[in-house]
């Protein structure tokens, strides 16, 4: 199976010159925790990523409102992505490498096209379960989250 069977097509970008608040809005208009960051020139390029806990930690750090923040103080600036010909394998391996539960899918041509979550995984794992055609497993999937919810070895535990 192929990531473009699976993932989400129609996505909102915002630019890093927004205000963490423009994001938050996309995030609750869209019932999602991530957006792509694009370039401001209208290219649909992806150049970063925030989400819902990035703009949590700017905000609490910085101690501003998120109208005064910028989503280029807060947004991830190494895009970790896919394409959407790639497989759900090696979509969930690039999940597992870095740590992370949602995907940019980039054309050739370096266009976001889309995103691919480990929900969107899981979901088809649980449709599967009863399908002669499994193209991804629960254990995959359980094996993914496994690995992004490693904690960092520098993280604060709460209580210790």
Do not use: H, Y
């Amino acid at each position: 199976m192929q990531v473009e069977e699976l993932m989400t097509s129609s996505i909102q970008c915002c630019n890093p010159g927004d205000s963490l608040e423009r994001a938050a809005e996309i995030m609750w208009a869209s019932d999602c925790g991530c957006v792509p960051v694009c370039e401001t020139d209208g290219d649909s390029r992806a150049i970063g990523v925030v989400t819902d806990r990035d703009i949590c930690m700017c905000a609490l750090f910085q101690g501003k409102p998120l109208r005064e923040l910028r989503v280029s103080e807060a947004m991830a600036r190494e895009v970790v992505s896919v394409r959407p010909n790639d497989s759900l394998e090696s979509a969930e391996r690039a999940m597992q490498d870095a740590r992370i539960r949602r995907l940019p899918v980039i054309d050739a041509q370096g266009s976001l096209v889309g995103i691919l979550s480990l929900s969107d995984i899981a979901r088809e794992a649980a449709r599967q379960q009863t399908s002669p055609r499994r193209g991804v497993t629960e254990t995959e999937v359980n094996e993914t989250l496994a690995a992004i919810c490693q904690p960092n070895s520098g993280a604060l535990i709460a209580g210790v």
